[in-house]
Nanobody, 116 residues
Framework: QVRLVESGGGLVQPGGSLRLSCAASGSIFRVNAMGWYRQAPGKQRELVADITSGGSTNYADSVKGRFTISRDNSKNLVYLQMNSLKPEDTATYYC??????????WGQGTQVTVSS
């Protein structure tokens, strides 16, 4: 089994920054990619950014240039540095781990609220 625990969410003013962390434990093998998704009230969950085991990254157009995903393989951690935050970034952010055979695992989510 895989366990993902997100942290780092909170309330921040527009233009501010937050760094989310995702700690993975358990059956951490045959990992294809890890990523961050978000879901705002009344909206579908959407990809924010992901990173493959080889280090390739992919970002949603709405966050390009503002968010950076990174991983520390030695510590089984994935980060999402979020800068220049906007009110429309407000959502619950979820960490996801995908095995190379397609199985996906989700964390419980962390709330990010961008408001003055």
């Amino acid at each position: 089994q895989v366990r993902l625990v997100e942290s780092g969410g909170g309330l921040v003013q527009p233009g501010g920054s937050l760094r989310l962390s995702c700690a993975a434990s358990g059956s951490i093998f045959r990992v294809n990619a890890m990523g961050w998704y978000r879901q705002a009230p009344g909206k579908q969950r959407e990809l924010v950014a992901d990173i493959t085991s080889g280090g390739s990254t992919n970002y949603a157009d709405s966050v390009k240039g503002r968010f950076t995903i990174s991983r520390d393989n030695s510590k089984n951690l994935v980060y999402l540095q979020m800068n220049s935050l906007k009110p429309e970034d407000t959502a619950t952010y979820y960490c996801k781990l995908v095995k190379d055979y397609g199985r996906g695992y989700w964390g419980q989510g962390t709330q990010v609220t961008v408001s003055s």
